[in-house]
């Protein structure tokens, strides 16, 4: 997939300041940021399965889901773009039809067409019947849910796991995520690795079902940590502290974090490590999942 020409294995680097010293333990942070230039972080990882499939079974048409800032949909429009696919992009809330942002003017430049629906129909998104009559509405494309979440997305995500695992020689303690639809931290368990799930929904506490719903085929995932403290006020909600925080985690270790996942992670963990959360000695793997198209501009 020329697409894809990936920076494979993405680069695993320590992060050390005093409160994690204090804690003596180690922590790492997987740049898949760096993985592609427009498809990064953990939307290669989930789309690459998903778009080999269909190539592979001569599908013209890709239909998905996603929000007003949704990284999935820019993701998938670019890979489309760049694999000859066509791309259709379900977006929430009618209201945007005439309010354009620079990651929906992004897919449509990637030649995505989108299709604006009301809120009310959009949950209808996982509905048999719904994805029935889109889909035939559509002329009968691939169908990729909300976040690439599938069990293919799975197999792309285990994939980061054995590269952590080769890095460091040993399997870390946790590998931490951020969480929307659950489907990367579904991915690091079904690798065996033990997941810390940093939600960044309101109320993520269902979450844990819809990941063991995706683990249903494996026989020994890992343990699942869901922390849902860390959400902000919900989806795509923020505030100063964590701008604040994005600030000095970019000025103290060159990294750049988004709002809407990265930056709550990063935040929780930082917190829990303040809070002697984790016993000395321990070794966490920070996933940074990109998404950086979707940076805050201050």
Known sequence: MDLLSPSIPTPLQRL???D???????LYIKRDDLIHPTVSGNKWRKLKYNLLEAKTNGEKAVLTFGGAYSNHLYATAAAGNALGLKTIGIVRGLELETRENPTLQFCREQGMALHFVTREEYRQRNSEDYLKRISEQFGNPYLIPEGGTTGLAL?????????????????????????GTGG???????????ALAFSALKGGDFLADDIRQLLNEYQQPGNLTLL???????????NSELLAFMRDF?????????QVYTAKMFYGLFDLIKKSYFKPGTTIVAVHTGGLQGLLRE
């Not at 994690?20 to 180690?26: F, I, L, S």
């Not at 849902?228 to 923020?238: E, L, S, V």
């Open 16 to 18: 050390s300041n005093a």
């Open 20 to 26: 994690v010293e204090r804690a003596a333990v180690q």
């Open 155 to 179: 197999k792309g995500v285990a994939e980061m796991v054995g590269e952590v695992k080769e890095q460091l020689a040993k399997m870390p303690d946790f590998i931490a995520t951020a969480a």
């Open 184 to 194: 990367t931290a579904a991915g690091i368990l079904s690798a065996g690795a033990d």
């Open 228 to 238: 849902t403290d860390y959400h902000f006020g919900g989806y795509a909600k923020w």
């Open 250 to 258: 970019q000025a103290e270790f060159e990294i750049r974090l988004e």
